[in-house]
């Protein structure tokens, strides 16, 4: 299969493309190499992955109309996975617009590819965060979706939206899955697992929002890939998944299993709650078992571990 995988550079997008070049597709990855966090890390990325097999790379942003339009033309892919985008709750907050562009106008030019060049299949990387302020737990796709409190929230809704309307529209077949809090090796340098696990490390102090009680659905990167593959190979008219570890744990718990791996004590300094930050994430994985045959298989413990171990491994080799 002929697969086009955006934002394949970064963390999940990497992981997708060494498990799709292992069962030997053809991937194209689009992505800007944005400063969001070092693109030196993306870099690395990228050049590990050519080590395993050949892959295409088109270095552009996906708001380029243009861009993107020659991207498909040149490697007509049969499916889109799309995963590039703006990420984070609190820098939505301090860059609304930049977060609107990114989110909603560039999928608008990868659905409008899609459709030109046939795509046979769209998979849209959505986000828990959608949920907003649901009083409602375990979170579930039937759940009505009216409290989204962050702008990063509000453009993946958007991007659903338009994934529906060009399923209705023009029979794209599309599934957008919701992610909860995912982690793992080459894990995003500001989410909390590896934030947490190199400055404790470090010893150096951890800032936690709130009083550490906020639970959160930690879903291991390799559980999430298996989703996204499965999500490649169906192709349904039009769906909505949750992809999650389908468990919760306090911040506070996380820090102590960090720190257990480790063998090192945090320093913790306590913060006012952050505007936008939701006090529980939790998945009802049902209906991904049902249509995908999802089930996270990596416990949070197991996943700290597996983490803080590449963690040290990595330290070590550029000692």
Known sequence: M???????AGFIGSHLTEALLERADQVAIIDDFNAFYDPGLKRENIEALRRKAPLTLFEADIR????????????????VCHLAARAGVRPSIEDPLLYEEVNCI???NLLEASRKTGVKNFVFASSS??????SKVPFSEEDPITCPISPYATT??????MCFTYSHLYGLPSTSLRFFTVYGERGRPDMA???????????????????????????YVKDIISGLIKSIDTQSRYEIVNLGGANTIEVNALIGLIEK????????????????DVPITYADVAKAKRLLGFSPAVRI???VERYVRWFLERQASKV
Do not use: C
């Not at 002929?2 to 394949?8: A, C, H, K, Q, Y």
């Open 301 to 303: 413990d197991e996943g």
């Open 2 to 8: 002929r697969i086009i995988v955006t934002g394949g």
């Open 129 to 134: 965060s959608v949920y907003g302020i649901n």
């Open 64 to 79: 380029d109309k243009m861009k993107v339009d020659e991207a498909f033309a040149s490697f007509k892919p049969d499916a």
């Open 106 to 108: 560039g999928t608008l």
């Open 261 to 276: 791996a480790l063998g090192k004590k945090a320093d913790i300094r306590y913060m006012d709650p952050a505007p936008g």
């Open 193 to 219: 697992v590896a934030k947490f696990t190199k400055l404790i490390n470090e010893g150096k102090e951890i800032q936690v929002y709130g009083d550490g009680t906020a639970r959160r659905d930690f879903t």
């Open 156 to 161: 993946k809704r958007a991007g659903e939206l």
